[in-house]
């Protein structure tokens, strides 16, 4: 029955008009996507695949150590996050030198037989909204330029809680700008800062004969942190959700992933939208690491001594006994279908998988009801009007005030000195591919009155909660509900504030593009997601992985520069109507001091690349070394 169940279930990679030759080709670069003859230091793994549990059992047979964990992951960082596949997943590093020093210490403690935890060594990668002590080497910004070289009085509890695990936070990821409150047509994953993040998992199709490729969508806020993880820039993540904006990304990733009961975790140090919905929780390749992940997120350090904490214990469960779970009717994906991502057959795919698993689980005797009938999203608006939408405007407000206040130097203080910012500093802020800032305009314009805000709090308790999936638990007296990831449990659950959680389930023939389940038990029940997750990962086929990032030939063999387009535009208006004299250096240092304020900085170096692959004659120096630069 099990063999049955991985043939069904194991994802497609493949178009299967690509020729042999290419799948020959495709193995070899498997084997060597990672380790190549310039760089035989680096340790023998794939970073696409190694999990968390592995690396762990790997350091503690003496194979390797968490100083070359740390090197593998920053040799695919710089070869893929801004160069290469340019997947922008990451807005910032922490300063090699420091990873170091921090991975040898944690090996030492290792080599002495002290262990903080199953995750002693592992690095880990945090949304850029979670704040990190300045030591660590790393801005906390949200995304904005109005946050870039600002200080934080101290890391979040939360990034204490992983150190004190023995975890290497490895850097931040990028996301959606502000969490996605900047301008309601912004792309998801898009920051000024970070730029466009992308997926590892790419559409294909031949046209004219021809292989061609294009990126697909990462979806939701915390998309930086899911890429990352998908990618093999890092094994484990910590993201952010607000309605499904964790759970979304996973989903697209091909990930484990579980949002934490509201208020489960402390928000203090990080930026979120609204105190009613926002959870800070983790991602993984595999279930197993998630449990180790969540039980140091979930697990207070002793300076917390007075915290609430989760009664049960996290363990890894690969056995379905004691659940009872519900899966929803299947009438799904409506969000891709909307957006033309999907076409009819794709969809039918997508419901067989869906069926695949219900079935099995009921043939292995699993206590499955279904099919049980999800309320729609409908249900949580009120007189037609979107419920969350002024709760998420006010306390977005008030949580920005409360996160500029945890930084020891700013150079923003409000709401209306960030909207300044951005006016100030049009050509970083506001691209054209975010051209205004619509939603932080109408959040300090928002004047709901209270007792309405109230009224549509009640609403979404009411409508997600007791009439909702609390109805549901009862009902059929239920531990967990599971629908397609794209179904409206995402945002009955933020409703009513319980947790949800995320596993893969298989990709897309027709652009590779992942898909999974997304799951909800009432609140603080989070184990009991975890053992479905540890049973399921035990029972269905692995995860859907991405093609080795090196083996996608880019549809453009000369990149752009480093900077984005509206960068690059400005640094050539500027050398073509000012006199620099043909040196970079100068136009470097007046670009730089235009910018001050904004914290952005280009090296000369980069000028001159930018310069020079734009047909301009440019040197660096005053004239010293300009022979040499036009012999290179």
Same mark, same amino acid.
């Given at each position: 029955m099990?063999k049955y169940?991985k043939t069904?279930?194991t ?5 299967p008009?690509?020729?042999p030759?290419?799948?020959e080709?495709?193995?070899v670069a ?8 310039s !760089?035989a ?5 794939d970073p696409?695949?190694v999990s968390?549990?592995?690396?762990s059992e790997m350091?503690s047979a003496?194979a390797?150590t ?8 920053l040799?695919q960082?710089?070869q893929h996050?801004?160069r290469g596949r340019q997947l922008?997943?990451?807005i910032?590093v922490?300063p ?5 020093r921090?991975?040898?210490?944690l090996d &030492? ?5 002290? +262990? ?10 945090l #949304?850029?909204n979670?704040?990190?002590?300045a030591n660590l080497?790393?801005?906390?910004t949200?995304g904005s ?9 101290k890391?979040?509890?939360i990034v204490? +809680? ?6 290497i936070i490895?850097?931040?990821a990028?996301?959606?700008e502000f969490?996605g ?6 792309p998801p994953?898009w920051?000024a800062v970070?730029? =466009?993040?992308q997926s590892?998992y790419?559409?294909r199709?031949?046209a ?8 697909s969508a990462?979806?939701g806020?915390s ?5 990352s993880?998908?990618s093999g ?7 952010t959700?607000t ?11 091909g990930?484990?992933a579980?949002k ?6 402390p ?6 939208l609204s #105190?009613?919905?926002d959870s800070?929780?983790?991602m993984a390749?595999s279930?197993? &690491? ?8 979930l697990?207070p350090t002793?300076k917390e001594?007075?915290?609430h ?5 996290f363990r890894i ?5 004691g659940l009872r779970i519900g899966?929803t009717?299947p009438?799904?994906?409506?969000s891709?279908? #909307?957006s033309?991502r999907i076409n009819?057959?794709?969809?039918r795919f ?5 069926e695949?698993?219900v079935?099995?689980?009921i043939e292995?005797?699993?206590d ?5 009938e999800l309320?729609s999203?409908s249900t949580?608006?009120?007189d037609g009007?979107?419920s969350f !939408?002024?709760i998420?405007?006010?306390?977005f407000?008030e949580c920005?005030?409360e996160?500029?206040? =945890? ?6 203080h ?5 909207i300044?910012f951005n006016?100030?500093?049009? !050509?970083?802020t506001?691209?054209p ?10 959040a300090?314009q928002s ?5 309405d ?9 009411q409508?997600?909660g +007791?009439d909702?999936?609390d109805?549901l638990?009862a009902?059929?007296q239920l531990?967990v509900?599971?629908?397609?990831g794209d179904?409206?449990?995402?945002s009955l659950?933020a409703?009513?504030g319980?947790?949800t959680a995320?596993?893969?389930l298989s990709?897309l023939?027709?652009?590779? =593009?992942?898909f ?7 609140p ?5 997601l975890?053992?479905f997750?540890?049973?399921y !990962? ?17 549809? &453009? ?7 984005d387009k509206p960068i690059v535009e400005?640094?050539l208006h500027?050398?073509?109507t000012r006199r620099f004299s ?8 007046w670009l730089n001091?235009?910018?001050r304020?904004s ?8 000028v ?5 692959s734009?047909?301009?004659i440019?040197?660096?120096?005053l004239? &010293? ?6 012999a290179?």
């Amino acid at each position: 029955m099990l063999k049955y169940i991985k043939t069904a279930l194991t994802p497609s990679a493949f178009e299967p008009e690509l020729p042999p030759a290419y799948f020959e080709k495709l193995n070899v670069a498997r084997k060597t996507s990672f380790a190549s003859s310039s !760089e035989a230091s680096l340790p023998d793994l794939d970073p696409l695949t190694v999990s968390a549990y592995e690396l762990s059992e790997m350091m503690s047979a003496g194979a390797i150590t968490s100083v070359e964990i740390v090197e593998a992951y920053l040799h695919q960082i710089e070869q893929h996050n801004r160069r290469g596949r340019q997947l922008r997943a990451l807005i910032s590093v922490a300063p090699r030198h420091e990873l170091m020093r921090i991975a040898r210490r944690l090996d &030492d403690e290792r080599a002495r037989g002290k +262990r903080r935890g199953p995750l002693h060594g592992i690095p880990i990668v945090l #949304k850029d909204n979670i704040m990190t002590d300045a030591n660590l080497g790393m801005d906390t910004t949200v995304g904005s330029y109005a946050f870039v070289g600002c200080t934080p009085k101290k890391n979040a509890t939360i990034v204490d +809680r992983l150190i004190r695990r023995g975890m290497i936070i490895l850097g931040k990821a990028n996301l959606t700008e502000f969490c996605g409150l900047k301008n309601p047509s912004m792309p998801p994953g898009w920051s000024a800062v970070g730029g =466009q993040c992308q997926s590892p998992y790419v559409a294909r199709h031949i046209a004219k004969k021809k292989l061609h490729w294009e990126l697909s969508a990462p979806g939701g806020s915390s998309t930086g942190s899911a890429v990352s993880v998908a990618s093999g820039f890092s094994t484990l993540a910590i993201g952010t959700d607000t309605i499904g904006s964790l759970i979304t990304p996973a989903n697209r990733a091909g990930l484990y992933a579980l949002k934490p009961t509201v208020g489960q975790v402390p928000m203090d140090g990080i930026f979120s939208l609204s #105190k009613s919905f926002d959870s800070a929780g983790g991602m993984a390749k595999s279930a197993k &690491d998630l449990v180790a992940l969540s039980d140091a997120l979930l697990s207070p350090t002793n300076k917390e001594a007075s915290a609430h904490t989760l009664k049960s214990n996290f363990r890894i469960k690969e056995d379905w006994a004691g659940l009872r779970i519900g899966f929803t009717e299947p009438t799904i994906w409506t969000s891709w279908r #909307k957006s033309g991502r999907i076409n009819a057959d794709a969809e039918r795919f997508m419901l067989q998988k869906y069926e695949v698993v219900v079935q099995s689980l009921i043939e292995m005797g699993v206590d499955i009801v279904y099919p049980v009938e999800l309320p729609s999203q409908s249900t949580l608006n009120l007189d037609g009007r979107n419920s969350f !939408e002024p709760i998420v405007y006010s306390e977005f407000k008030e949580c920005l005030a409360e996160f500029i206040r =945890q930084f020891k130097i700013t150079k923003v203080h409000s709401l209306a000195e960030i909207i300044n910012f951005n006016l100030e500093h049009p !050509e970083l802020t506001l691209p054209p591919s975010c051209p205004n800032q619509n939603d932080l305009m109408a959040a300090l314009q928002s004047t709901v009155p209270r007792s309405d805000l109230r009224t549509a709090h009640e609403h979404l308790l009411q409508a997600g909660g +007791r009439d909702g999936l609390d109805f549901l638990f009862a009902a059929h007296q239920l531990d967990v509900i599971v629908a397609p990831g794209d179904a409206a449990l995402s945002s009955l659950a933020a409703a009513a504030g319980y947790p949800t959680a995320a596993c893969p389930l298989s990709a897309l023939k027709l652009n590779g =593009q992942p898909f999974g389940l997304t799951l909800a038990s009432p609140p603080h029940t989070e184990p009991t997601l975890l053992h479905f997750l540890t049973a399921y !990962e035990a029972t269905f086929p692995p995860r859907a992985l991405p093609l080795p990032l090196s083996s996608v030939p880019l549809q &453009d063999p000369h990149p752009e520069p480093l900077p984005d387009k509206p960068i690059v535009e400005l640094i050539l208006h500027e050398w073509d109507t000012r006199r620099f004299s043909c040196s970079a250096d100068a136009l470097a240092h007046w670009l730089n001091a235009r910018w001050r304020k904004s914290g952005y900085e280009l090296s000369a170096e980069t000028v001159c690349e930018v310069l020079r692959s734009n047909g301009r004659i440019a040197f660096r120096g005053l004239g &010293d070394d300009a022979s040499g630069a036009f012999a290179r």
